[in-house]
């Protein structure tokens, strides 16, 4: 397919325009450089706008019947359904991965919008008793009014839907500001699905930006009531200082960090192919990548022998090759930072059983041992393919290794005691843990998020209406009521 360069374009109020900036933000794909689109940049001047235009529309729609929210969120998942091969193809040429990883997410996307779509018409009020006779306890929810969208690079089309469908079906407009690199994946082709899908103007914006040009105002603007956020912790922490300052509620889905652990009764095949899907469906790039791979001393040499034939085995590069495994990172920064990270390591005593090249932002699968204790790697955000094997020794041992991060948003163990798989995730801290699965999970019905250094607040199911509506108490007193003065 060609690019579709038309979407790469601010869409406010149900109009695509221009922005009004002094710069243009340049669309390249990763793996081959090209370019994509240019977009000139939003200003403050555009962000008002958008959230003017989002306040006006969500008056009306928080007073629509929710069922003809949901006819619009349920045309939504036909019309991804209907086009998920174009969809997977776009996400292919904007980020540079492999066709499996943007056919999955496109696929679990739908899935989170026809869970919103059954959002729509969910509860909205209860009824709760009271102390005084005569008197009724309303509790209404209600839609907080417009919510603020920072969309990430990794899983751009995923990463938007999964905030916007919840969003929109509970009654509220939102504005998103997609990753300058995935404009399209994340941000207009999200519009434009929904403007097919009848949405009225106003109700979802999109403004394709860069702080520099607009600074805080995205998150400062009166208008917005809950700023999602989803990225890295150091971006999340000046999202989170400036919106607690206005009183606004955040929802932040920040760096992972995450850990799989190999306990010594685990199938090793299975547990192999969970580690390899865990990193490298989505290049390393994914918040739930598992870089830490924590396996039992006892099988060390097994599983370090099955696991670095598996890696071997990808194929790096990027499409139209068929049998790529691998892809790019965001950019050539990034790929000289992380091969800096590793070659650091190395020379601080780490082995590379496994050692890519790096070719421009291409990085080849790396698999790192023997890294010291307070290694950079176990202590800062990177992105990437890089497996890092850790031994332990028991349970305590590596309970103690995967809670030593600052990080908690996703895991997995690896046992054939699902039981004592259980009771080892409930001694960690985080978020997320999955017990003979892959680290990088999502479920539209189940809770998501993380803890400490990986984030506030939930999403999903009933974590989306929690993040998206607000509680409103209204008594009514039958008969008169005695006061006592």
């Known amino acids: ?63 629509v019947s929710p069922y003809e929210r949901r006819a619009v969120l349920d045309d939504a998942v036909r019309l991804v359904g209907e086009r998920s091969g174009e969809i997977a193809e776009l996400i292919t040429e904007e980020l540079g991965g492999a066709r499996e990883g943007a056919a999955y997410e496109v696929g679990v996307a739908q899935e989170f919008l026809r869970e919103a779509a059954g959002q729509a018409v969910s509860p909205v009020a209860g009824l709760l008793p009271s102390a005084t006779g005569g008197k009724e306890n309303r509790v209404y929810r209600l839609p907080v009014g417009v919510v603020g969208v920072i969309s990430a690079f990794a899983l751009p089309f995923l990463v938007t839907m999964r905030t916007v469908g919840p969003a929109l079906a509970l009654g509220n407009a939102v504005v998103v500001k997609p990753h300058q690199h995935a404009p399209v994946a994340g941000g207009g082709l999200v519009a434009r699905i929904f403007e097919d899908a009848g949405l009225p103007a106003g109700l979802l914006n999109v403004l394709i930006t860069d702080s520099a040009e607009i600074g805080d105002s995205f998150i400062q603007h009166p208008v917005p009531r809950v700023i999602s956020f989803t990225g890295s912790d150091r971006v999340g922490r000046r999202v989170a200082a400036v919106a607690a300052g206005l009183f606004k509620r955040t929802v932040l889905e920040l760096s992972g960090g995450s850990a799989l652990v190999v306990l010594e009764d685990a199938d090793l095949d299975h547990a192999v192919r969970a580690a390899v899907h865990s990193l490298f469906l989505f290049q390393g790039r994914a918040g739930t990548a598992a870089h830490r791979i924590l396996v039992d001393r006892s099988v060390e040499e097994e599983f370090t022998g099955r696991f670095t034939a598996a890696v071997s085995a990808l194929v790096p590069g990027g499409p139209p090759d068929p049998g790529t495994r691998s892809g790019p990172v965001v950019d050539e920064l990034q790929a000289e930072a992380l091969t800096a990270l590793v070659d650091g390591a190395v020379e601080a005593g780490a082995t590379a059983l496994v050692r890519g090249r790096t070719r421009g932002n291409l990085v080849g699968p790396t698999v790192l041992t023997g890294l010291p204790e307070g290694s950079p790697l176990f202590e800062q955000e990177f992105s990437g393919p890089v497996a890092l094997l850790v031994p332990f ?13 600052p990080y908690g948003l996703s895991g997995a163990v690896h046992t054939a005691d699902a039981e004592r798989g259980v009771r080892f995730a409930r001694r960690l801290r985080g978020g997320m843990f999955h017990v003979n699965g892959a680290a990088v999970q999502d479920d539209p019905a189940v809770v998501s998020g993380g803890g400490q250094w990986s984030g506030t607040g939930r999403l999903n199911g009933e974590a989306a209406v929690e993040a998206f509506t607000t509680r409103k108490w209204i008594s009514v007193q039958h008969g008169r009521t005695v006061f006592p003065f």
């Open 393 to 405: 020794d028991g349970e305590d041992d590596a309970a103690r290794t995967v809670n030593d991060s």
């Open 1 to 63: 397919m060609s690019f579709p360069s038309e979407l790469a374009r601010q869409y406010i109020d149900g109009e695509w325009l221009t922005g009004s900036g002094a710069w243009d933000i340049i669309d390249f794909n990763p793996r081959n450089g090209e370019k994509l689109c240019s977009v000139t940049v939003a200003t403050a001047a555009e962000v008002d706008l958008a959230y003017r235009a989002a306040e006006r529309a969500q008056r009306e729609w928080a007073g």
